[in-house]
């Protein structure tokens, strides 16, 4: 990534611009959300890179959060409420002053088109960006049409395949594929309770790894109903629809209804470390290593970090991204459980089951979304047993 290399065929000169967002999913959407805030941008040439016109839903967005957010507009349901089932432990979660949010892939891609299309500083194009590099005072995207150049290039495009690990550098590092399936179901007759939500029923074979199912009400009528594993390897096609089928059957006890649509996932659940940002290449997204590695949630770590670029932005006119003290704890625990359940020292099911036993939901919302303090990160660890967790801390803190 050293040099900047103008060898694109098409236009031998780059077209400039103030800034480049690579990539225009949740990461570039969210980002160019928060730059159209901001008085800041308002005179600075942006131009948003995606190979595809991001006119299907082609995924849901789960998480929870206190305030009202970027996307409060487009929510699309919430709950107050949430449900955890396991064999050894069930119970209804009063989660406020959180909420549990949806927001569905097209009604975000929607809006964030229409904000941009009220900044005439903003330039969309329809193109498969080939390769990102960085120079000492700009940096590059060439795309299979041009070549581009921008004093930053926010790139949220993985350019390889999440389901192949990269070279271990590290052969201490764990890579678990988070893989789901989802049906959104209809019933002819009302059926759920649209204010509670199902986060995890693991009361379903764990044999192939760690598997759950959650169940999404929308109405008394629809829910998203998905499949979802932590394992190395995926499950064969047909065998996400026999889950769903026997799930929706023998725990929801529907036999007529109809499926609306699906959806299908796959996200990178690992401790390697991804660049944050190499020159003027900062990445964001799953290809910034925005996936929690230890539970896969991307989007309130995604909205964090687009948050913190702008800022730099806005009061520095720089950007610098470094781990944090705070980023290295988490990713240390990230570590320990990844260890666990990749080495099968307990069931993930009895992990969580035991940490929504012994602590109140919101302090295990905290620690998942990373903002627990070192007090409470201890009586998460006192839920589970010291046996299996401190021998695996150790191995992990000296790798
Ligand atoms: C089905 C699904 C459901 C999910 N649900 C949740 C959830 O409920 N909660 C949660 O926290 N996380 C969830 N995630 C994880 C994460 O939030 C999403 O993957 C999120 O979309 C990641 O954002 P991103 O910007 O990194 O990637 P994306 O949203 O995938 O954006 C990357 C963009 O790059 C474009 N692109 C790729 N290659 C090129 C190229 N060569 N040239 C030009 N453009 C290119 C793509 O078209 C895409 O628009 C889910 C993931 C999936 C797949």
Known sequence: MAHLLFTIHHSPLPI???????????????????????????????????????????????????????????VYHRWPILQFYSDSFSRELSIEPYQYKMIRGIDLYDHVRRMSAQHP???????????????????????????????????????????TPPSRENSKAYY????????????????FDAGKATFMD???SQEKGVA?????????????????????????????????????????????????????????????????????????????????????????FIQKRTAAIVDSLVHKNSVDLRETTADKKFRLYDSVLLHVLHHRKMAGSEVFSRIFQHNPPQRVLRFLDNETTLWEDLQIMRSVPTGIFLPAAIRELGS
């Open 121 to 163: 500083n903003i330039e969309w194009r329809n193109e498969t960006v080939k390769k990102v590099e960085t120079g000492t005072s700009h940096a590059c995207v060439f795309t299979d049409q041009h070549a581009y150049q921008a004093a930053y290039v926010f790139n949220s495009i993985p350019f390889r395949d999440v389901q």
């Open 202 to 204: 693991f009361r379903v």
């Open 212 to 300: 759950f199912f959650y169940v999404l009400p929308v109405s008394p009528r629809k829910a998203l109903v998905e499949y979802t594993l932590f394992t190395e390897q995926l499950l064969p096609e047909e065998m996400y629809d026999v889950a769903l089928r026997e799930y929706i059957s023998s725990h929801l006890q529907l036999s007529d209804y109809s499926v609306q649509h699906t959806e299908f996932g796959v996200i990178p659940m690992t401790n390697l470390r991804f660049p944050l940002q190499e020159g003027r290449v900062v990445f964001t997204g799953i290809a910034g290593g925005q996936a929690k590695g230890s539970s896969g949630y991307a989007f309130r």
């Open 16 to 74: 400039h611009y103030h800034y480049i967002i690579a990539g225009a999913g949740c990461a570039g959407s969210s980002l160019l959300m928060r730059m159209m805030q901001e008085d800041f941008f308002r005179d600075k040439k942006i131009l948003v890179l995606d190979h595809s016109t991001k006119n299907s839903n082609d995924r849901t967005w789960c998480f929870w959060e206190k305030e009202a957010g970027l996307f409060e507009s487009i």
């Open 176 to 191: 678990l594929l988070q893989h789901f399936k989802g049906w959104l179901i209809e019933t002819p007759g009302d059926h």
